[in-house]
């Protein structure tokens, strides 16, 4: 079992930043992969950021350029860093974390953090 606690979610305005946090807790050895979704308003949930074990990085191509992950191994934390935020970016931002135990994948998810962003 993995729990995932995210912070720093808010209101900024169009042009600013934040930076959302997601602390891991549980069998965090079996993490794979973590990643950033988020889910606007009537709309599915999608991929925004992830980050490997290894640190590979992969981003939506709507946030290239703008948003950066990144993780601290001693915190067991990953982070978003959300540069040049637009009205569009606006969502509930969900962590999520990968695991792969004998050959299982199991996917787990945090409660979400808001992000407004007005313009």
């Known amino acids: 079992q993995v729990q995932l606690v995210e912070s720093g979610g808010g209101l900024v305005q169009a042009g600013g930043s934040l930076r959302l946090s997601c602390a891991a807790s549980?069998?965090?050895?079996?993490?794979?992969?973590m990643g950033w979704y988020r889910q606007a308003l009537g709309k599915q949930r999608e991929l925004v950021a992830g980050?490997?074990?290894?640190?590979?990085?992969n981003y939506a191509d709507s946030v290239k350029g703008r948003f950066t992950i990144s993780r601290d191994n001693a915190k067991n934390t990953v982070y978003l860093q959300m540069n040049s935020l637009k009205p569009e970016d606006t969502a509930v931002y969900y962590c999520?974390?990968?695991?792969?135990?004998?050959?299982?994948?199991?996917?787990?998810w945090g409660q979400g953090t808001q992000v407004t962003v007005s313009s």
């Open positions: 999520n974390a990968e695991t792969l135990s004998y050959g299982i994948v199991l996917l787990y």
């Open positions: 549980g069998s965090i050895l079996s993490i794979n992969v």
């Open positions: 980050i490997t074990r290894g640190g590979s990085t």
